[in-house]
C-alpha cells in the first residue's frame, strides 16, 4: 500500500494523540501513536493473537475529503494488510480482525498498527476490496466444505450422478467428534479443505 504525504497546516497535527483513538475491548484506549511522517503513525500492539475486535475512532474531524486508514504488520513488517478506514462520514467503525484465525498473526508475539491520512479517493479500494475478503466468511466457508467432503466418504458405492447422497442418520454427530478432535489439535486445520 502505498502512503502518500500530504501537506497539511502543521496546527491540523498538534495534538495528534488526541486526533485518534482505538479501543480493544477490556483494555484502555489507546492514544498514545508514535508520529512516523506528518501524515503516518504508528503503535506496537501486544498479542494480537487475543483480539478478535477493535474499535477505530476519530477524536477531532480530519480536514474535509480525507480519511484515516488503518493497517497492520507483522515481524518482519516488510508488509502491510489494510484493516479499514474512518472518516468524518464515519468517524468510528468496529473492525473484527479475525486475528486469532490467522497462523502467522496468532504465533506472533506483536504487531504494529499504522495509521495513515489519505484522501478518501486513495482508499476507497481498498475499502471494498477489504468488504470482499473477510477471513471470517472464508472460515465459515472452510467449515462447510469440510462437512460436504465428510458426508461425500459415505458414498463411495453411489451413483453420484443422481446428485444424491445417501448417509446414515449419524452423520452429524460423527462429523462433530471428528471436528472437535482435529480443531483441539490445530484450530487452523479446515483451512487446509480442499
Known sequence: MLFLSIKFQKSKFQNYKNMFGIIIPGQPVIYNFTQISETQWTIDLPSPGLINNLTFFLASPLPEGYAAALSY???????????????????????????????????????????????????????????????????????????????????????????MLVLPADVLDKWLIRFDQKFRLDPYFVLNTE
Not at 462520514?89 to 504494529?112: G, M, Q, Y
Open 73 to 163: 504488520s507483522i515481524p518482519p513488517f516488510a508488509t502491510i494488510e489494510f484493516l479499514g478506514a474512518i472518516a468524518n462520514e464515519r468517524p468510528s467503525d468496529i473492525i473484527h480482525t479475525a486475528w486469532s484465525f490467522n497462523p502467522s498473526i496468532n504465533s506472533s508475539s506483536l504487531i504494529k498498527l499504522l495509521i495513515s491520512v489519505e484522501l478518501i479517493s486513495n482508499i476507497a479500494g481498498l475499502v471494498e476490496n477489504k468488504a470482499n475478503s473477510d477471513i471470517r466468511q472464508q472460515y465459515a466457508k472452510k467449515v462447510a466444505l469440510n462437512l460436504y467432503r465428510f458426508m461425500e466418504s459415505f458414498n463411495k458405492n453411489t451413483d453420484m450422478n443422481q446428485g
